[in-house]
């Protein structure tokens, strides 16, 4: 506007002159312009390339869902790229790649491309599906063509054909219906390479329905238990009663309430880990019982790839430790604490910490809480030395024992490993053996190993649109394989009267893989000659 | 219950076929030498060459039957599927990948001139497994389950084939490079091989061990004008630094860096060697694009089965694990090359960049994520 008014010459009637602006589409112009764009394959080709190059940076970068401790090494910077650099990836979200609002984006527009792809496929396929195979015209000016000569009548002629041609779909016309005025079967292969596409990409949508509704309508949950046949009778944690309160942690879906748990209880009866003789693990078996009202409704077992499912809810073997009984009491028998205290895994070593007083700090009571290590195979070396050996397994276990007192803050609802160890801690650590109480705290208390058992930590999952991902898996799978390996042909036998027999006139093209055609088309015309006996001269045309 | 004599029997049985393998590599690239191109583009080997053609296609028929041999031992040794950890699938993608090579390009497609160049790629992975060598055990808890045979031979085979199809992406690459450039000197305007297999029909679909034996070879300066229009520099000094770089990055071993940086850059100067034997570029893109999408469908199905397998060892069928990222950012790639191959634009040269780029996500896959990055899959190592 301002260029044309900017022109004194332009009078108010002449026809604006020099460069025009261009015209400014409307929002609906936008909307459908984008909307064309996005049907484009080099925009799918695009969006599935952006979508491969999250994956790749998320297999580089830590993400939290998975490894949260790392992504907690990277933002301080004692690990990685240094703080700096994990403060750009932490604004751009790469720490949660596949939770993130952009990830979610380009996997909506790639399914609205795909959408916008797919109806216009839909609708040919569904065309030409009701569509029979059309007269061929021409035939001596296709790519490849052959004529036979045979004594048959012509109808007879192309009922052989048709049984040469059997794997094809076929449709026979008269020959009013012909442009050469003869009669002619019309046959064609390969459809569901287009169908098999169909169902391919359509299966997508399946997959993703799949995956969403076993995200909103689906439980995870985990929960740790130590064994009942050792410690049942100490208070200690040996079952648990399928709800939202008793899980140690959980993420339950959307529409998962509190009334989807299915409360039946599960006891920890035995947990078993053996070993082979190079001392890897064979096996983790935790036998469970499952009670429902009070009463026992089966026994089993949980092992690695064997979950147990129980009314819609799995049980998987995830985690497990060792679970020492701790007995701590005072020089006057006071018993302070007696219960298994459950040890992870940190390298050669299993630690943990227990609870051992809980006193008001505001009222000047004490706190008191263990530290424990244990090497389950300690060993002397040849000079003496108290070295760690190979066996996972507790051949020699050795529990350290060190104590914290004063204001430990373990008033606070925190885990028992948490409390505050910026005192340090009271005094040398304890050394236990099992049976054999130890004095810390100058013989103000004695501590004990009392018994060594193990803890066994489950997954818990409901997962509904299992079977949804599943049969959109196969389906996926069965779409692909014509897709790919299913090839159009289109062939015409056209049966000419000469003499008192016919000519048949075989002709076809390729869509696809044009190079083998040639192959399969001789051997269509060798079958049909012999099913026709025709003599082996009567080969004429141009197999090209 | 390892059975030590076997699983000893196994390894000196691989350490056979490795050597075999890179006689056989050896012989391929003698016979590659000994070819001539006659007037019509026809590549013929000399008497010699046909001799030491045989030799090679002998020597890599020994090589499976005894790489098969340490594989079958291993697996009695161990009571198990002789793919338990990453020295015992390196090695079976090794023999597959022969083993292919040798049924399908060599005797189906007739390019026994490509054989060295899979060949290598075989005695590669083998020398990486000889990085991971593991004695032979029984598998940890979370591998034992019957999935084991689903879905880590599916990966395992897939892996094979892309890696067969890699090897003809690359040579592509390079031929229709050259073809090009020598088109394009030569004034002649080119359409050739962007159509890639489309064209590929009528005469140039001679058979290769046809012999010239009159030694009157009427050479055509335009084919070997194929070699002097690429830099001889290139090819060396890209292998050397990909391969290098990337070992240095997985295993942080120097000195088998320097070994795969230099036998990469010794393969890169093969392949411009060979440029005026390849097959035309056209032929090379089908081949890759058959063996690509032969190999498709069963990494996804290995992919379908590795989330079953999830499901019912952790309790859930995708995480996001490393290698479950791995698996998926590949088969986006080789998706991508599928599509791109029948999108007008991007077929030839662009569709197999693309190739190229899932073949490295691939090996991201198979040996970063499972050396460098810490995930669920840590264990096979």
Redesign the interface.
Known sequence: MTQTSARPEAGPGAPPRGPRLPAIPGPLETLSAAWRRLRR??T??AL??A???A??V???VP?E???AS?VAQWRAGSAGPGAGVSGVLDALGLFDV?GSWWFMALTALLFVSLTGCLIPRYRAFARAARRPPAAGRNLEQLTHHRAIRTALAPPQALDTAERVLRRYRRRRLPASATASGHAQLAAERGRWREGGSLVFHTAFYLLLAG?VIGKAFGF?GQINLVEAKRFADDGAVVSFAETFLAYDAAQPGRFFGLDDHRGFLVTLEDFDVSY???L?????VSTVTVSEDGRPVRNGEI?????LVHDGM?L?Q?RFGFAPRIVVRTREEVLLVDEPVMLGPAGPFWTGSAKVLVGDPDRGEPQLALDLVLVPDAQLDASGQPVIGPSPEPRNPVMLAELYAGDLGLQRPVPASEFDRSGGPVGPPAMLRPGVPADLLGGALTVELAELGYWSGF???H?PG?GL??AA?IL??VG??PS??SYRRRVWAEARPEGDGTVVVLAGVALQ???TF?DEFRRLGDALSRELGAPSTSYEGNE? | ?VNQQLAQNSTTLFHVAFLTYIAAMVAYFFRLAYTRVSADGVTASTAAGRRVGHLATALAAAGVLVHAASVASRGLAAGRVPWGNMYEYSSLMALCAVAAGLVVVQRRFGYGHLMGFIVAAAVLVMASGLLLFT?A??L???L??Y?IKIHTSSAMLSSSIFMVGFAATALYLVKDTAERRVAERSGAGYGGSTVG??S???AE?RPEGYVDDDGQETTVASVYAQRDVLSPVLFPVVPFVVAGVFTLAVWRAPLAALIAATVAAGLGLVSWYAVPYLPPAAKLD?LAYRTI??G??IW??AV?AG??WA????????????KE??S??TW??Y??Y???R??R??RGRRAAWIAVVAFV?LM?TYYA?NLW???LHSYIQ
């Open positions: 394959m080099s799918a080709l599935l390339f979508l491969a190059a994956s790749v998320a297999t580089f993400q869902p998975a490894i790392t596949f995956a995870t082979h003789d190079n890897v693990p064979r096996d983790f092992r690695v790839n064997h979950p799995k998987y995830a997954q818990v999952t997962a299992r991902l599943l898996a996926v799978l692909l394989l790919l390996h893989r044009k190079a040639t090209r | 219950m004695p055990g029984p940890v808890p979370a034992n389950s999935w297999a489309a590929v029909t009528g679909a089908n999408a032969f498709f469908p996804t199905f379908i989330a079953i499901e019912e060892a952790w309790g859930r069928y995708w995480g996001w694990d490393p990222t791995g998926f950012f986006v790639f998706a991508s599928l599509h791109a029948s999108t634009g991007w996500a991201v994520v990055i810490v995930g």
